[in-house]
């Protein structure tokens, strides 16, 4: 895969994923360079983290409580080092906060969005949620100067809906998985506390 440009869409998202769908991300982007997944001690939430050149793709499957075999909700987020706001203006990794805001404000306008954010800062490091959170900007202090460092694009998470068949045969894969890893970490490895 040559170099990606990555285009933060009008709704959510980037590059026209707008709806939680892993069979999407692939058609999109491709095979990614590394995979990784991780179970929770407790069993709850799978997390698969899909990583290219330049973007990282975190995706989170979680179960009910009450019932392990059953999932509830999932979640989808975008991290990356330079996202375009349109075809030609963009923020990177690097740039000053000074700088990304005014562009932040504008694309929130430009399409229809609130333009209030939370905000957040300690000593070293801060962060601004723009758009209901699903627009995430890190930065790290340099005395006066505030550099970004991190880019994040959320999706609203999705409820494990039993009339959204897609999505259903997408996670009885990741379920399957889920399922081989129990069988084999099951009782024999225990966790003893």
Do not use: A, W
């Not at 040559?2 to 994923?17: A, D, E, M, S, V």
């Amino acid at each position: 895969m040559g170099k990606q440009k990555y285009i933060l869409n009008n709704t959510y998202g980037i590059n026209g994923i707008e709806k939680i769908s892993l069979k999407e991300i692939m058609k999109i982007f491709s095979v990614p360079e590394e995979i990784e997944m991780k179970l929770s001690d407790d069993k709850i939430t799978i997390s698969i983290d899909l990583i290219y050149k330049g973007l990282k793709i975190y995706y989170s499957l979680s179960y009910f409580v009450e019932n392990l075999t059953k999932p509830e909700t999932q979640f989808l987020t975008f991290c990356m080092e330079k996202l375009y706001l349109n075809n030609r203006e963009s923020i990177k990794v690097g740039d000053e906060i000074k700088t990304v805001l005014p562009k932040i404000r504008k694309y929130l306008k430009r399409n229809n969005k609130n333009i209030k954010f939370d905000y957040e800062e300690d000593r070293f490091f801060g962060e601004y949620l723009f758009d209901d959170g699903n627009i995430h900007i890190f930065f790290e202090k340099f005395g006066n100067k505030k550099v970004m460092d991190d880019i994040m694009i959320s999706l609203p998470y999705e409820d494990i809906l039993p009339e959204n068949k897609e999505i259903l045969v997408e996670i009885s894969k990741i379920m399957e998985i889920k399922t081989k890893i129990d069988e084999l970490f099951g009782e024999k490895y225990k966790r003893v506390d």
